[in-house]
């Protein structure tokens, strides 16, 4: 979950040099009657009319009164200030300072036949029709743009969009909260970042406000692991925690399955009638909103035939490219300023010729930064046509730990995502060294032959497990890893995660109706890993991991079909695991 609240580079200063902005707030109808505050920050420094750049955000549109000036950062490169640009803020519906009721990624039912329905399309739309008439001096261009949370609203102004809003920059934008992003990967439940978000995201606002109500009873745990362990199930938290007063923590314990909660919550399936420019930005290294970046792009793509499209990820957690030089992260050097290089290069360009009308400010349709040569390269469409299908069978690698083919799995002793004492989640376990569990026996680890040429990654990966359980569920959470040669100067013989992912293995038929195990039969269930642009090097070994928990990253499987949320810890089971070593990684290999 993105604690990201990316606000306004603004200067109160009188020196004549500097920019300066007035402030003004409104409390702008929608259709439906409800009113959203709006607060406005019109330039002072420059002549002539502006376009507007509009965030919708969950995280507050603060500080409030007119008065009151922010000094935050806007997100974005500072031409926009020195250029003019009008900053919009607005508090979404039931948050802050707007009226209405919060409703978690709030579904387009517009875009879904609900006659006279208000969603997040139509608010954006009636958002876009009030600036134009009431913010002064504005040139009639609006922009959207916003990062996590405000990257999912960004998308859904996409959708039959304002005829004024020009240009649209969904960043990490939440899309699918039951394939990917925030919540569940694969229906697989994120347990640790929901605890800890929901505790001070969760609560309903009675009524409008300028502070958010939170929970008491949260505070800094000195080994989250062990607090996760020692609390029990998704339900126990519930009971202990929470108590009814969190809706969506109950909403997710009871949807185990993709239903029609989660569908009607699937936002880029409904992203049509898109009349604006779209800019999508997704990191590599983004713990949260990955997997929404290239959903997003997909689907625009899709259901929008001849869009005006740009897509740019880089080596970058969640919102790294607004922030910093973007040149160093968890030990990795990327050679040069790659976020500095977005913002100045990438995003004002993009606004500039769809807000302005700047000719040449043109920027190629897919930019994408390989984390292994450190290297930017552009495509026409992502994956590209030239990656050509390919594969490793695990029986060609060379077992690293203790084991060969098989593992206990025990839910009373899991996984750890993360070496060390576990406390709060940061993005780096993204690129972290594996090392640290190769020797666990309830880890699989296969090492492939040191190159002799490069290989180079780019699209999805996926990994075709063939496997004999004695249990009736069990997850899968298989690593692509980078290993380095001992000799490297700074990373001699680590194991760098590139890629990992997790699948119950309840849902390798389907999502919508998970079947139990067959015990003692082999089965098969395909790992999808979000997508990759990554170079081994010559004398680099791909490396693959397989296990069965992740935690507590991931909530546990107690390794006994049902809802995996209910079942009381008690009931937890051991899970033997053999994985055939005609098991497979397949990926699109680029010449």
Sequence with gaps: MSLLVPLLLLSCAP????????????????????????????PTHTSGKSPILLERTPYSAGPYGEQAMSPQNFGGSRKFIDAGYIFVQQDVRGRFMSEGKF?????????????KATDESTDAYDTAEFL???VPNNNGNIGVWGISYPGFYAACAAANSHPAIKAISPQAPVSEWFFGDDVHHNGAFFLQDNFDFYFFFGLDMDKPAPRHPQLEGYGPRADAYKFFLEKGSPDDLERTYFKGRIPFWRDIIEHPNYDDFWKARSTPRHLKNVRAAVLTVGGWFDAENLYGAFDTYQHLRKLNPGLTQHFVVGPWPHGGWA?????????LDFSSATSTWFREEVE??????HLRGVAGAEIPKVQMFNTGRNVWKSFAEWPPTDAKPSSLVLRDAKPLGPQTDRYVSDPASPVPYQSGTIRGRNSAYTVADQSFVKDRPDVLTFAFPPLTEELTMAGAVEADLTFTTDATDLDFIVKVIDQYPADHPTLGGQLRLVRAEVMPARFRASFETPTPLEPGKPQKVTVRLPDVFHTWRTGHRVVVQIQSSWFPL??????VFGNPYKIP???????????????????????
Excluded: C, W
């Excluded at 040099?17 to 409104?26: D, H, V």
């Excluded at 922030?323 to 030990?331: D, F, I, K, N, P």
């Excluded at 810890?569 to 010449?591: C, E, H, W």
């Design 554 to 559: 991931v909530a546990r499987n107690p390794q």
């Design 15 to 42: 020196a004549v040099q500097e920019p300066t902005y007035r402030k003004l707030e409104f409390q702008v109808p929608m259709r439906d009657g409800v009113k959203l505050h709006t607060v406005v920050y019109v």
């Design 132 to 134: 134009l008439k009431n």
């Design 323 to 331: 922030r910093g030089t973007g040149q160093r992260y968890a030990g």
């Design 103 to 115: 409703e978690e990624i709030r579904p387009l039912r517009s875009l879904q036949g609900v006659a």
């Design 348 to 353: 004002f360009p993009f606004f500039e010729r």
């Design 569 to 591: 810890v008690s009931q937890y089971r051991k899970a033997n695991v053999t994985v055939d070593l005609s098991s497979a990684i397949r990926f699109g290999k680029m010449p």
